[in-house]
């Protein structure tokens, strides 16, 4: 029989409800209100309001960069590299990194840079440091400089920013607490990367990158903007924003210390494919665990960020001073990691030997030949073997042309007559296919082949050959439209020691139809490799050359 439930019983009291809820709320918040772990209840770093920054710049010069400091927030946001230019042409600026633009709220443009910073733990905690804090300046030198600020409570506030004298620049703050209780902050970092949304794609990864929790994180900036936020959670690692040649890197200190990772889009608006905003800005931070400082007490906290050139020696060298995990992976070495990176360091071997990357690549192709000669010389004297052997294959194709399973059957019986394997000649290729990507790979990423001259036209090894058929190689005064194919000296070049290889060797295949594609190949080699990097393809050429000699004078 069911039950008989009064009115009442079904409709509580609004105050008894209340009061239930209430006593469960303050419950919860005992459990868990206080725990340490916990993200800062605001965050400044997600806010995309645009502002006007004041400025009070400080400069700094060392070997490497040249920029200024802010002593109004003390972000960084004006760093050019001394040693690398935007072009081969004379008037070229150098590269500049971080860039302040003046005007913020148009969206044409914006700015780059890194800041560093002090979170308060709770709204109430308001006298930390912000970005619109005058700091005055302690002591300053050509490369570092102490700043210091006092709040309203005497708790006083130093950073010392100081560069090396290559790309590093480290940041230590710290807090002298002169009050009468305990301050608790969150540490953070980020930098703010304005990027191009109409730049070109890059043959190597552009965008964020970051070693995180043993696993490296690589998001192009398109993924970022669909997904609008990235989260991880690590002891250790790096994070930031990288190019083909360039960098803004954050590295925690080495404590290993807990710290929330992130890597976000900060316009907050959608935008149309028809709009003209060419940049859009993303934002890489993180965000440590709480730092308490108790009354007479102080604490302080380093961080760092590598600005620079993507230099191998270098960034090898901040790997071990600094205990940076897996710190290389900041250069995209591809999926032939295991290749790219010992090649990248012959090439420089080689490069510092000659003064020349192009004559680097010709002793480094000598030196993948020497390697690769046993494997060449039996596909050679296989093919060898094969160009006797032609008149008695061609007579058994016209005996056998009308059934070619039976001209098959007899092909093959005489290759095991004479011990000959009509695929060896596709041995040598098969293995040049990885050291081609691992050497592309090498080729694309060193930032000394970047604008590195050879001879006479080539003056970027890291560009396609300048040169065009289409204007008579510059005979001609204009310059070919940009939808034509570069068919430069080089291609053209490297198609030529393609089709000698080619007539070299014998026709293994039956097929007329395969036959035929096979004698174009030196052309769809050309278009293909006409765009591609001219190191590249005097690499490929190079091989060719080489190839052509040792089956030219085989025994």
Same mark, same amino acid.
């Given at each position: ?44 770093? @997600?806010?995309? +309001? &645009?502002?006007?920054?004041? $400025?009070? =710049?400080?400069?700094? /010069?060392?070997?490497? %960069? ?83 600020? @006092?709040?309203? +409570? &005497?708790?006083?506030?130093? $950073?010392? =920013?100081?560069?090396? /004298?290559?790309?590093? %620049? ?386």
């Amino acid at each position: 029989m069911e039950k008989n439930v009064t009115p009442n019983m079904q409709r509580p009291s609004f105050f008894k409800t209340f009061l239930y809820v209430f006593c469960v709320f303050m419950l919860l918040n005992m459990i868990f209100g206080k725990k340490k772990e916990e993200l800062p209840t605001i965050n400044p770093m @997600t806010l995309t +309001k &645009k502002v006007e920054v004041k $400025r009070n =710049l400080i400069p700094f /010069e060392t070997e490497s %960069l040249k920029g200024n400091f802010n002593s109004v927030g003390l972000r960084v946001d004006d760093i050019i590299l001394k040693k690398y230019k935007e072009t081969l042409a004379k008037d070229s600026p150098n590269v500049e990194l971080l860039k302040y633009v003046k005007d913020e709220k148009d969206d044409k443009e914006k700015s780059s840079y890194v800041e560093f910073g002090l979170l308060p733990v709770s709204e109430n905690q308001n006298f930390f440091p912000t970005n619109m804090t005058e700091w005055k300046i302690v002591s300053k030198s050509d490369n570092k400089v102490v700043l210091e600020w @006092t709040n309203s +409570k &005497k708790i006083k506030f130093t $950073r010392e =920013l100081s560069f090396d /004298e290559n790309y590093m %620049l480290t940041v230590k703050d710290t807090v002298k607490n002169n009050s009468n209780k305990d301050v608790e902050f969150y540490p953070y970092a980020r930098v703010v990367k304005s990027q191009d949304m109409y730049a070109p794609v890059s043959s190597s990864h552009t965008g964020f990158v970051a070693y995180l929790n043993g696993t490296l994180e690589e998001y192009r900036y398109g993924k970022i903007a669909d997904k609008k936020l990235y989260e991880f959670n690590s002891k250790d690692g790096w994070l930031g924003f990288g190019s083909d040649y360039f960098m803004s890197i954050l590295v925690p200190d080495e404590n290993n210390q807990s710290f929330t990772a992130r890597v976000l889009e900060l316009s907050d608006v959608s935008m149309p494919k028809t709009s003209q905003i060419r940049y859009k800005q993303y934002q890489a931070d993180y965000v440590r665990d709480v730092i308490s400082v108790a009354p007479n007490k102080s604490e302080t906290v380093v961080s760092r960020v590598y600005i620079g050139a993507k230099e191998s020696s270098v960034i090898a060298k901040y790997e071990k001073e600094f205990s940076i995990p897996k710190f290389d992976l900041v250069i995209d070495y591809g999926y032939f990691y295991i290749l790219s990176k010992p090649f990248t360091k012959i090439l420089k071997w080689f490069y510092d030997f000659t003064g020349n990357f192009g004559v680097a690549i010709i002793l480094f192709t000598i030196l993948i030949r020497a390697l690769l000669f046993p494997i060449a010389q039996k596909s050679f004297k296989s093919m060898e073997k094969m160009k006797k052997m032609q008149p008695e294959m061609k007579r058994i194709q016209a005996m056998y042309a009308g059934n070619k399973q039976m001209m098959n059957m007899q092909l093959a019986m005489l290759y095991k007559k004479h011990g000959i394997n009509p695929l060896s000649g596709c041995l040598p290729m098969l293995v040049q296919i990885p050291v081609f990507f691992a050497l592309y790979k090498s080729l694309v990423i060193s930032i000394e082949m970047r604008q590195a001259p050879f001879i006479w036209w080539i003056k970027d090894l890291s560009a396609p050959d300048p040169t065009s058929v289409f204007n008579l190689f510059g005979l001609l005064p204009f310059t070919p439209y940009s939808w034509l194919p570069h068919l430069g000296v080089l291609p053209l070049l490297m198609g030529l020691t393609m089709y000698i290889q080619q007539k070299m060797q014998p026709m293994v295949s039956t097929d007329a139809t395969q036959a035929k594609m096979m004698k174009f190949l030196p052309f769809i080699f050309i278009l293909m490799f006409g765009g591609l990097p001219s190191g590249l393809v005097l690499y490929w050429t190079v091989n060719n050359i080489l190839s052509i000699i040792q089956q030219k004078y085989i025994k």
